[in-house]
Nanobody, 123 residues
């Protein structure tokens, strides 16, 4: 069974930074579309960012001005750098993957999921 495992969440004050990591099989990092989603209490799961096998990146709305998705070849992980965090960024963050080109941003298209890591931003 494929396992994606997130880490790096925590509690920070507004304006702070966190770096999330997702451990994944090597073939996922090299050949799959990989993405980060988040889900706040009482809200739908929403797409945050995705990266394709060629390392092309895409972000939801204006999140790309504060968040950066990338692959760490040394650690063999998918990463999400979160900067200038705001209270509305508070959510469970999930790593996800699917074995096709990165055309989809809806959660139903992603076959593989981690269990999530909690990010809490206080004022």
């Amino acid at each position: 069974q494929v396992q994606l495992m997130e880490s790096g969440g925590g509690s920070v004050r507004a304006g702070g930074s966190l770096r999330l990591s997702c451990a994944a099989p090597g073939n996922f990092l090299s050949g799959y579309c990989m993405a980060w989603f988040r889900q706040a209490p009482g809200k739908e799961r929403e797409w945050v960012a995705k990266i394709d096998s060629g390392r092309g990146t895409h972000y939801a709305g204006s999140l790309g001005t504060r968040f950066t998705i990338f692959k760490d070849d040394d650690k063999r992980t998918l990463e999400l750098q979160l900067n200038d965090l705001k209270q509305e960024d508070t959510a469970m963050y999930y790593c996800a993957a699917y074995p096709r080109a990165c055309l989809a941003s809806d959660p139903s298209s992603y076959r593989y999921w981690g269990r999530g890591t909690q990010v809490t931003v206080s004022s």
